[in-house]
T-cell receptor, first 114, second 112 residues
Framework: DSGVTQTPKHLITATGQRVTLRCSPR?????VYWYQQSLDQGLQFLIQ???????AKGNILERFSAQQFPDLHSELNLSSLELGDSALYFC?????????????FGPGTRLTVL | GENVEQHPSTLSVQEGDSAVIKCTYS??????FPWYKQELGKGPQLIID?????GEKKDQRIAVTLNKTAKHFSLHITETQPEDSAVYFC???????????FGKGTRLLVKP
């Protein structure tokens, strides 16, 4: 158990819908990261937050957005969902958000778009 | 931008044998390379990492080597055990930024 929690575990929805994925980092970690893992694209970095502020952006679509709240939990919002958005979404956290910080991954949320 | 190639995509070894997974990267500015292990139904877990000022790093049965000139790095697992069976991902820091590019993964199967 990494100490990172993600809810829900599974999510099934329809095209065009909007969903919110939630992540609670390990106690004491200030930085959270979001990743997408799919069979064709592999593991892709989406976005990083540090203490409530966006720090780095990867291949995140404009239909996706995220935020980190004052209690340090984070939410990833996916809107206008398409079939191709079906994937595993992982949240990770680290202490200080530096590049060489160990990132601890949560168990993931499996999103299925029908 | 950065591109990371990982080979092989699948690797099957007998328990006790060694396993080697290789990755190449394209951005010569990359200076940090972590390796992750992902077991079925779980998120990736960092197992070892290497910085560009080091050529080799070992941690018990796991070692990573880096050749900056050739822009490739490798994961070596010795005395493999069935519990080493998992998918392994290499990654390279994207330039001087905070993000990483990941290889496509290697599915390692250790047969008892």
């Amino acid at each position: 158990d990494s100490g990172v929690t993600q809810t829900p575990k599974h999510l099934i929805t329809a095209t065009g819908q909007r969903v919110t994925l939630r992540c609670s980092p390990r106690s004491g970690d200030l930085s959270v990261y979001w990743y997408q893992q799919s069979l064709d694209q592999g593991l892709q970095f989406l976005i990083q937050y540090y203490n409530g502020e966006e720090r780095a952006k990867g291949n995140i679509l404009e239909r996706f957005s995220a935020q980190q709240f004052p209690d340090l939990h984070s939410e990833l919002n996916l809107s206008s969902l398409e079939l191709g958005d079906s994937a595993l979404y992982f949240c990770a956290s680290s202490v200080a958000g530096t590049v060489t910080d160990t990132q601890y991954f949560g168990p993931g949320t499996r999103l299925t778009v029908l | 931008g950065e591109n990371v190639e990982q080979h092989p995509s699948t690797l099957s070894v007998q328990e006790g044998d060694s396993a080697v997974i290789k990755c190449t990267y394209s951005d010569s500015a990359s200076n940090y390379f972590p390796w992750y292990k992902q077991e079925l139904g779980k998120g990736p877990q960092l197992i070892i990492d290497i910085r560009s000022n080091v050529g080799e790093k070992k941690d018990q049965r796991i070692a990573v080597t880096l050749n900056k000139t050739a822009k490739h790095f490798s994961l070596h697992i010795t005395e493999t055990q069935p519990e080493d069976s998992a998918v392994y991902f290499c990654a390279a820091r994207e330039g001087q930024g905070f993000s990483f590019i990941f290889g496509k993964g290697t599915r390692l199967l250790v047969k008892p």
